[in-house]
C-alpha cells in the first residue's frame, strides 16, 4: 500500500497563534510532528499543508528549513487543502495518513500500528483512534483512503471541510468505519496543543524525556506519578466538531 502524509498546519489559532512554530527542546512544534509522522516508516511520501494567507509564509520557510514539501491553499477549507496536495503532485497513493500540527507528542509507533491495522484490512475505508477514544488526545492516528477524501468532496459541507474527514465517520452506513483502540484507557490524559496550559505540560515533558518522540505508555506511566503535571490542562475543554 502506498501511503501520503499531509500535515495541516497554519498560524492562526484562536487559543494559541502561532503554536506551530513554538519551539520545544530546538525543535519547532511543526518540526517535531514531522518528524515522528516520518519515524514512523511507513510513509512513501509527506506533505505539509498550509494556507495562502500571509503569515503563513512563515510555515512555508519552516518547511524549507525542515526539509519538507509544502502546499498553500484555503483558510478554512481543509479539505480542498489535502485535495490541492493529490492534484499537486499527482498523487497515486492508496491512503493518506492525516496530522494536525498541534500534537507535538505524536507518537511514531502508533502511527505504524494505525497503518498497519489499515494495510491488513481490506476495503477498509477509513481508521481512526479516536472513534472510540483510548488513546490521550494529541496522540490520536487516521487514514483514509485516497478515493474516498476525491468522494467526499462532492458531499461534504461546512465544518465537515473544515475537519477533513469528518464526513466520513458521521456516515457510517456510507463508506467502512474501523475504530481502533488500545488500552489500558488513557482518553483521560490531554497531551494537544491548543492553550498556555497545555504548553506548560508538554513543555514539562520536553524537559524531562528531551528531543525524541516517547512512547505512550512511558509517557503515561511518567505522569501518573506526577499529577500535578496533568492536572494542568486537566480542566481545558475540546471545542465541538462544528466550533474548531
Known amino acids: 500500500m502506498r501511503t501520503l502524509g499531509i500535515v495541516q498546519a497554519r498560524m492562526g489559532s484562536s487559543r494559541l497563534p502561532g503554536k506551530v512554530l513554538r519551539r520545544l527542546g530546538g525543535r519547532?512544534?511543526?518540526?517535531?510532528?514531522?518528524?515522528?509522522?516520518?519515524?514512523s516508516g511507513v510513509l512513501d511520501d509527506l506533505v505539509v499543508a498550509t494556507t495562502t494567507e500571509a503569515r503563513d509564509d512563515a510555515v512555508v520557510a519552516?518547511?524549507?528549513?525542515?526539509?519538507?514539501?509544502?502546499?498553500r491553499g484555503p483558510v478554512d477549507d481543509v479539505l480542498t487543502r489535502f485535495l490541492g496536495v493529490l492534484e499537486?503532485?499527482?498523487?497515486?497513493?492508496?491512503?493518506?495518513?492525516?496530522?494536525?500540527?498541534?500534537?507535538?507528542?505524536?507518537?511514531p509507533e502508533l502511527v505504524m500500528l494505525?497503518?498497519?491495522?489499515?494495510?491488513?484490512?481490506?476495503?477498509?475505508?477509513?481508521l481512526s483512534t479516536s472513534i472510540a477514544r483510548t488513546l490521550p488526545r494529541g496522540l490520536d492516528v487516521e487514514i483514509v483512503r485516497?478515493?474516498?477524501?476525491?468522494?467526499?468532496d462532492k458531499l461534504a459541507t461546512e465544518h465537515h471541510r473544515t475537519h477533513v474527514t469528518s464526513y466520513v465517520y458521521s456516515h457510517p452506513y456510507d463508506f467502512t468505519v474501523l475504530g481502533l483502540t488500545l488500552q489500558p484507557d488513557l482518553s483521560h490524559l490531554?497531551?494537544?496543543?491548543?492553550?498556555?496550559?497545555?504548553?506548560?505540560?508538554?513543555?514539562?515533558?520536553?524537559?524531562?524525556?528531551?528531543?525524541r518522540p516517547v512512547p505512550?505508555?512511558?509517557?503515561?506511566?511518567?505522569?501518573?506519578?506526577?499529577?500535578?503535571?496533568?492536572?494542568?490542562n486537566a480542566h481545558i475543554r475540546q471545542k465541538e466538531l462544528a466550533q474548531a
Open 88 to 107: 499537486e503532485r499527482e498523487d497515486d497513493s492508496d491512503a493518506v495518513l492525516r496530522f494536525t500540527a498541534d500534537c507535538p507528542l505524536l507518537d
Open 62 to 71: 519552516e518547511c524549507g528549513a525542515i526539509g519538507v514539501a509544502v502546499h
Open 146 to 152: 485516497t478515493e474516498v477524501l476525491r468522494q467526499i
Open 28 to 39: 519547532t512544534v511543526l518540526d517535531r510532528v514531522v518528524r515522528a509522522a516520518r519515524d
Open 190 to 211: 490531554r497531551l494537544t496543543l491548543d492553550t498556555e496550559d497545555d504548553w506548560r505540560l508538554i513543555e514539562a515533558v520536553v524537559a524531562h524525556f528531551g528531543d
Open 114 to 126: 494505525a497503518a498497519n491495522v489499515f494495510a491488513a484490512t481490506p476495503d477498509l475505508d477509513y
Open 216 to 232: 505512550v505508555r512511558t509517557l503515561a506511566d511518567w505522569l501518573t506519578d506526577r499529577p500535578e503535571l496533568a492536572a494542568l
